[in-house]
C-alpha cells in the first residue's frame, strides 16, 4: 500500500461498463489466500494469537506472533510517509484498495483471510504510530464492513448500470464521511461518471470544429475529473492523445483533399512522437496498406479462377487457390492468409446454423 512512488505507470482508457467493474470487485472480495471457507472482510477474532486488540486505555495491544510475521512480510518496502498518502490518494497517484491488496498478497498462503487482516493492521500501527495509525485502522476497518456489504449486495433488476453504480456510492457513504469515501473511491467513482456522461459530451460539441472539439473535451475532463486530471494526464500515454486528438478532427480532416490532409496528419504525428516516430508510424501503414492490396488482389484471382472452374475436384480447386496465393502473399503469409480464412469459414457456418 504505500510503497514510495518513483513512477506512476501508464494507465491505458478504456471505458470498461458498469457490470465488468462489479464482476471484477465481487472476484477480488471473493479471493483467499489458501483458506478454507473463509472471505476477506470476515473481520473474526476467532483466531488465537492473532488478535490485534485495544485495552481499556485505548492503547493497542499487539501479539508478539502478529508484529514478528508483519516486520518480516514487509521489510523490505519502501513505505509513503501518512501525509504522503493522503497527498497522493487525494490526487488519485495512489489507489489505496489496490494498495490494500497488494499487502494482502504478501501474507503467506496457509493464513487464514482475518488473520492476514490482522497482519495488515499491525503493519499499519508500527508503521504509522500514533493519530496516523489510528486514522489509516479506522479507515481499514469500516473497508473491511464494506468488503462484506459488498458481497452481500444483490444487483437490483430494472436498473441501468449507472443507477446501480449510484446506489453502490450511496452504500459507502453509509460506512465512510463523504471525505473519506472520496480519498478511498474518488477516482474510480470519477471514471464512471466521465463515462457515463460521455455520450452527452459528444452529441453537444458534434456540429464544432476539430480544433474546438478538443478544447471543449479537455474542459469536460478537468470538470469532472478535478484534482485528479493532472494524474489522469500524466498517465494517459501518448498514443491514446494522438488518437483522440485525430478522432475529434477527422470530420474537418476528410473534408480535404490528400495534398492538404497529409501534413496535417503528419504534424500532429510529429506533435507526439517526433519526427522518428511519425516516420514509423508512416512505414507500418504503408506495410499495412501494401499487404491489403496483395490479399484483395489475391482474393479477385481466387473468386476468377473458381468462376472458371466451378465443377473443379475439391483437391484440384485447393492445389489452385494455394498456388495463387503463394504467388502474391508468399509461402508464410499464404500460409496464414489460408488459416484466416479457413477460421472465417467456419464462423459463417457456426453463424447459419
Not at 64 to 75: D, G, H, V, W
Amino acid at each position: 500500500m504505500l510503497e514510495r512512488l518513483k513512477e506512476i505507470p501508464p494507465k491505458i482508457w478504456l471505458f470498461a461498463s458498469g457490470f465488468l467493474i462489479l464482476i471484477v470487485l465481487i472476484v477480488f472480495l471473493l479471493w483467499e489466500p489458501g483458506s478454507a471457507g473463509r472471505e476477506f472482510g470476515f473481520d473474526g477474532g476467532d483466531s488465537p494469537g492473532f488478535t490485534v486488540t485495544q485495552n481499556e486505555n485505548g492503547e493497542w495491544i499487539i501479539n508478539p506472533e502478529i508484529m514478528a510475521t508483519s516486520r518480516e512480510l514487509y521489510k523490505d518496502g519502501q513505505w509513503l510517509s501518512y501525509d504522503e498518502i493522503l497527498k497522493y490518494a487525494a490526487n488519485g497517484e495512489l489507489d489505496l484498495v489496490s494498495s490494500l491488496w497488494e499487502l494482502r498478497r504478501k501474507c503467506p498462503a496457509d493464513y487464514t483471510p482475518e488473520q492476514c487482516n490482522e497482519i495488515v493492521k499491525a503493519f499499519i500501527l508500527e508503521q504509522y504510530p500514533g493519530a496516523d495509525g489510528e486514522r489509516l485502522v479506522g479507515l481499514f476497518r469500516k473497508y473491511l464492513s464494506y468488503e462484506m456489504v459488498l458481497r452481500e449486495f444483490e444487483q437490483p433488476k430494472g436498473k441501468s448500470q449507472e443507477e446501480i453504480y449510484e446506489i453502490i456510492k450511496k452504500k459507502r457513504r453509509e460506512l465512510f464521511s463523504d471525505q473519506d469515501a472520496k480519498l478511498i473511491f474518488g477516482l474510480e467513482e470519477a471514471e464512471k461518471e466521465f463515462q457515463y456522461g460521455y455520450d452527452q459530451f459528444l452529441s453537444e460539441v458534434k456540429n464544432l470544429p476539430g480544433d474546438k472539439k478538443l478544447a471543449r473535451y479537455e474542459e469536460y475532463r478537468k470538470g469532472v475529473y478535478g484534482n485528479y486530471y493532472n494524474t489522469i494526464y500524466k498517465r494517459e500515454p501518448k498514443f491514446n492523445k494522438y488518437e483522440t486528438e485525430l478522432y475529434f478532427k477527422e470530420t474537418d480532416l476528410n473534408k480535404l483533399s490528400a495534398a492538404e490532409k497529409d501534413p496535417q496528419v503528419r504534424a500532429i504525428r510529429e506533435k507526439y512522437f517526433g519526427k522518428d516516430g511519425a516516420d514509423r508510424i508512416e512505414k507500418v501503414l504503408k506495410e499495412i496498406d501494401a499487404e491489403k492490396k496483395r490479399e484483395d488482389q489475391t482474393a479477385q484471382e481466387e473468386q476468377t479462377w473458381l468462376k472458371a472452374h466451378p465443377t473443379a475436384r475439391p483437391e484440384e480447386r485447393d492445389k489452385a487457390l494455394n498456388e495463387i496465393r503463394v504467388k502474391i502473399l508468399g509461402q508464410e503469409e499464404a500460409e496464414a492468409y489460408g488459416r484466416r480464412k479457413a477460421l472465417e469459414e467456419d464462423q459463417r457456418r457456426l453463424q447459419g446454423k
